[in-house]
């Protein structure tokens, strides 16, 4: 069997992994997008390092863009197989691929116009909404926790990792030649204590280990003062200075967290007299996926349903999807908090919400996740003085902020005590990804610390024969 990293290799987009059988079946762990890198990222989608139409299987740990963004693409070349996921996982990427398709056609017809203006010749958006809508026939949703045979020598099971609703290690057991070969591939590793998700399973032992490193080189602060922090931030911005805090988020997960969290404050009653508006088509629609799924939720979400149905909903809490509500928020002139994505800062509404906002000292942009490399949201987080936003420089005089504690990834002593699970002696070989690769080195340690042994940070491109 080998297995080639083509994907999350060396860095946190773009997570693919090929594995062809010794019978010549090709399944692919994640089929993600490369994000935030400019121009660089488009040549590098649209490279994918195998031909769809050799695929059999894509199996899917979850639906954040940069695991399930390319699917669309894959299915475009020709692709027929099929996308093994958790029903979660189904649900999100019936609106999360459609919308990614969706911003394609947007953007390319921005950037084709400036094209055209130079006699440049138009280029193709990498898939539209359509392809992203037909694509879904090929999905198959599995409840958690069963064995699900793919054919007559593959088999995965789906177990909670808490990153995000239905993510999931994929364990994989392969026959080849009467002996079986296991493999798990972790995805992304939530935190141990979530607000809404139930907290991360043991999964079943491996013989070769695929896991992230997102966080392998940061601890984490405790959550409830993130919490704390979050209603200090609201404060100060809100009341004391009178100004707007626009917080970006990913519409899925990370902004159900926020808005579960201002819901508590409110049902406290320690919420200030400020209008909430959640900006953001997609995070909607999500948000009622997210009322379909209680079998991904914590104990705490749980109970908190029953004393009231709705979780996510309060009186000053306003949804917006309207394109011509989202542009009234520029003239809104009283104290208020707007969530919207995207949470790197690199597409969506609250790219508009920062160009009409960043330049106020009033007002305050609270980063509450993860923002890679060359990222608008990392130039912001690393203190730009001035940056550009759809082509024009705006001075930064807002105030930025960032909290940890509501990050999706576990930091590395969460991740260690996750795999703890895992019988070191009996693992063949653990392969490091989906990290920068000093955060990789530093987590490498940690676990030879912990008795792993065998450990690969694989560059992409790199093939292991397993």
């Given at each position: 069997m080998h297995i080639k990293f083509l994907g999350a290799a060396r860095e946190v987009t773009g997570s693919k992994i090929l594995v062809t059988t010794d019978l010549g079946k090709k399944i692919l762990l994640d089929c993600g997008?490369?994000?935030?890198?400019g121009l660089e990222t488009d040549a590098m989608n649209r490279e994918l390092g195998f031909e769809p139409t050799e695929l059999d299987h894509i199996i899917l740990t979850h639906a954040h863009i940069d695991h399930s963004g390319l699917i669309p693409y894959v299915y475009r070349l020709g692709f027929e197989g099929s996308v093994v996921c958790t029903n979660a996982t189904r649900?999100?990427?019936?609106?999360?691929?459609?919308?990614?398709?969706f911003i394609q056609e947007h953007d390319t017809h921005t950037f084709n116009k400036r094209r055209a203006a130079k006699g440049l010749p138009v280029v193709q958006p990498i898939y539209t909404q359509k392809d992203a809508?037909?694509?879904?026939?090929?999905?198959?949703g599995v409840p958690y926790d069963l064995k699900f045979k793919i054919d007559d020598n593959i088999k995965v099971k789906f177990t909670h990792t808490g990153h995000m609703l239905g993510s999931s290690v994929a364990n994989i057991q392969i026959i080849e030649k009467g002996q079986i070969k296991r493999i798990a591939y972790t995805g992304d590793i939530g935190r141990p204590v979530n607000r809404i998700l139930a907290p991360p399973?043991?999964?079943?032992?491996?013989d070769w280990l695929i896991t992230e490193c997102t966080y392998g080189d940061r601890l984490h602060p405790v959550q409830e003062e993130a919490e704390d922090e979050l209603l200090n931030v609201i404060t100060e911005t809100c009341v004391d200075k009178g100004g707007k805090l626009i917080i970006p988020a990913f519409s899925v997960g990370r902004t159900q967290e926020i808005v579960y969290s201002i819901h508590q404050f409110y049902k406290a009653g320690r919420l200030p007299a400020i209008e909430v508006f959640v900006d953001s088509p997609l995070a909607v629609n999500a948000t009622g996926i997210f009322r379909m799924h209680p079998e991904c939720f914590s104990p705490g979400m749980l109970k908190s349903m029953e004393e009231e149905p709705d979780p996510f909903g309060f009186n000053s809490l306003f949804y917006i999807t309207r394109?011509?509500?989202s542009k009234r928020l520029n003239d809104y002139k009283k104290p208020c908090i707007i969530i919207s994505a995207s949470g790197m800062m690199e597409a969506g509404r609250v790219k508009h919400h920062l160009a009409n906002s960043i330049q106020d000292k009033k007002n305050t942009v609270l980063a509450v996740g993860y923002c890679a490399p060359q990222t608008l949201g990392a130039r912001l987080l690393g203190g730009a003085k001035e940056v550009s936003i759809h082509g024009t420089v705006y001075k930064v005089n807002a105030e930025i902020r960032k909290i940890e504690s509501y990050s999706g990834h576990g930091d590395y002593n969460e991740m260690i005590e996750f795999l703890k699970c895992q019988d070191t002696e009996a693992l063949e070989k653990t392969f490091l990804v989906h990290g920068d690769y000093k955060a990789q080195e530093f987590y490498a340690g940690k676990l030879k610390e912990n008795s792993y042994r065998n450990i690969e940070i694989p560059a992409k491109g790199q093939e292991f024969i397993i």
């Open positions: 997008m490369f994000q935030g890198k649900d999100l990427c019936s609106i999360m691929l459609a919308d990614s398709g809508v037909a694509s879904m026939s090929r999905f198959i399973k043991p999964f079943p032992q491996a394109e011509e509500d």
